[in-house]
């Protein structure tokens, strides 16, 4: 990874007001929104970030209402980027990889640059580096010499130990632990309270269940749950349960162990 996507989450010296939309009304989205408020109520010298607004190409009437009572507005789908300032940064508020990486694509035709949020309570440790959109939640910890790839998403109080590389549009969720000296290729999900044992390898879009506890390499596309972590039809596990996540489409977001 080249020198300049080397990233410090607290910027050094006089902080300025920069613009940023959030792309997705869900609740990641206004997750995204909840930090940026308690970042520029930590800033000394005024606000870091000036939030325009949400956009979202499959918004739900409930989600669009949610968004207005943060007294925030609701500016349209993402052609609304079209034109912006390249100074405007995007911070993209999708959880499951897969549609955060289709959602990155179609904002890549705009230009703009994304938006890096780090909860104030979120530790980045030494020697890590990572790429543009990285969103860490309150109590995610990073330790050292960790890198993470574009658009990855650490929820809350998820751990990543030493060594380990996260692929591209990842995803840990909260209260998950990856061990050191892992490899998590891109597009990942690592369940809620999931644990990946030291120096394993998760291939490119595969899912690890919520509670599941990895003990070997896991192959890309593979669906794994349970303790120890075992392969699962795939066509199965995405019958299972479903939400609505932030572009109003029905898919997997954790699978049960």
Do not use: K
């Not at 010296?13 to 869900?26: C, E, Q």
């Not at 939640?137 to 990543?160: E, I, S, W």
């Amino acid at each position: 990874m080249a020198e300049r996507d080397r990233r410090s989450p607290w910027p050094r010296g006089r902080r300025v007001t920069t613009d940023v939309v959030i792309v997705g009304a869900g609740g990641m989205g206004r997750e995204i929104f909840g930090v940026i408020r308690l970042l520029n109520a930590h800033s000394t010298d005024g606000p870091r970030w000036r939030v325009l607004g949400f956009v979202d190409d499959y918004p739900t009437e409930a989600h669009v209402a949610q968004v207005r009572r943060l007294g925030v507005p609701f500016l349209g789908t993402t052609r609304w980027l079209a034109g912006r300032p390249a100074t405007t940064r995007v911070a993209l508020g999708v959880g499951h990889p897969r549609l955060r990486r289709e959602t990155d694509q179609v904002l890549a035709r705009y230009g703009l640059p994304a938006a890096t949020v780090v909860h104030p309570a979120a530790e980045i440790g030494p020697d890590c580096v990572f790429q543009e959109g990285l969103f860490a939640a309150g109590g995610a910890r990073v330790t050292t010499n960790v890198v993470l790839g574009r658009q990855v998403h650490l929820n809350q109080n998820c751990t990543v130990g030493h060594d380990t590389v996260l692929g591209d549009h990842v995803s840990v969720n909260p209260l998950a632990a990856v061990s050191g000296y892992c490899r998590l290729d891109d597009g990942v999900l690592v369940g809620t309270t999931a644990a990946v044992l030291p120096g394993l390898r998760v291939g490119r879009d595969a899912v690890v269940g919520a509670g599941a506890c990895v003990t070997r390499d896991v192959p890309a596309g593979t669906v794994v749950t349970g303790v120890p972590a075992r392969p699962v039809d795939r066509s199965a596990a995405d019958a299972g349960p479903v939400v609505v996540p932030p572009h109003g489409r029905e898919d997997e977001v954790d699978h049960p162990a």
